[in-house]
């Protein structure tokens, strides 16, 4: 149960585009089209940003789309605005009804 | 309106014993993947345990295996968290999570305030 791994920061100006990376293995990442993102301001609970890959939930900005190669997902944010600075985690589905979070990206938005 | 409310937090000493609670509302819990979600202060996330929907049956992270055991009251519609023999490294502020389906694959689309555990003499 290895946490997946990220970039630990990310940054773009307002108006552009960040791409934020999570890679694993081919036991969680690869091996299921289960990867979820979750956004998270500070001191607040996190929030369901994208499942299985590429899904969003009712609510969340078309701004917010997700994929998949291999063993490795991304999250891309497009149109970057000061309300997505927060930290952004990635979490994948392992098989036996467990999953691994990645190590989490602070996302900057200058 | 789903809505998770967490309790049952505070300090205890190593070794120590704590039992979390989470009152849901707004969905039956028995319907539903629920699971333990904490987050060490300054760190990440890190998935705990899990309970199933329906047939209730439970998952465990490697590092609580044997020390937490997660359990519902369907009547309640409750979920607990018991943490016996607590390290310094279970320091955590504990969420409660439901997931969009009856197994649990990491897709928590609620989630609740958190509640506070620190383990310290």
């Known amino acids: 149960q290895s946490a997946l791994t990220q970039p630990p920061s990310a940054s773009g100006s307002p108006g552009q585009s960040v791409t934020i990376s999570c890679t694993g293995t081919?036991?969680?990442?690869?091996?299921?089209?289960?990867v979820s993102w979750y956004q998270q301001h500070p001191g607040k609970a996190p929030k369901l940003m994208i499942y299985?890959?590429?899904k969003r939930p009712s609510g969340v900005p078309d701004r917010f789309s997700g994929s998949k190669s291999g063993n490795t997902a991304s999250l891309t944010v497009s149109g970057l605005q000061a309300e997505d600075e927060a930290d952004y985690y990635c979490?994948?589905?392992?098989?036996?009804?467990?999953?691994?979070f990645g190590g989490g990206t602070k996302l900057t938005v200058l | 309106e789903v809505q998770l409310v967490e309790s049952g937090g505070g300090l205890v000493q190593p070794g120590g014993s704590l039992r979390l609670s989470c009152a849901a509302s707004?969905?039956?819990?028995?319907?539903?993947?629920m699971s333990w979600v904490r987050q060490a202060p300054g760190r990440g996330l890190e998935w705990v345990s899990s309970?199933?929907?329906?047939?209730?049956?439970?998952y465990y992270a490697d590092s609580v295996k044997g020390r937490l055991t997660i359990s519902r009251d369907n009547s309640k519609n409750m979920l607990y968290l018991q943490m016996n023999s607590l390290r310094a490294e279970d320091t955590a502020v504990y969420y409660c999570?439901?997931?969009?389906?009856?197994?649990?694959?990491?897709?928590?689309?609620?989630w609740g305030q958190g509640t506070l555990v620190t383990v310290s003499s």
């Open positions: 707004g969905f039956t819990i028995s319907s539903y993947a």
């Open positions: 081919s036991s969680d990442v690869g091996g299921f089209n289960s």
């Open positions: 309970i199933r929907g329906i047939i209730a049956s439970t």
């Open positions: 999570a439901k997931d969009s389906s009856g197994w649990s694959q990491g897709v928590f689309d609620y």
């Open positions: 979490n994948s589905y392992a098989g036996n009804n467990n999953s691994v």
């Open positions: 299985e890959v590429t």
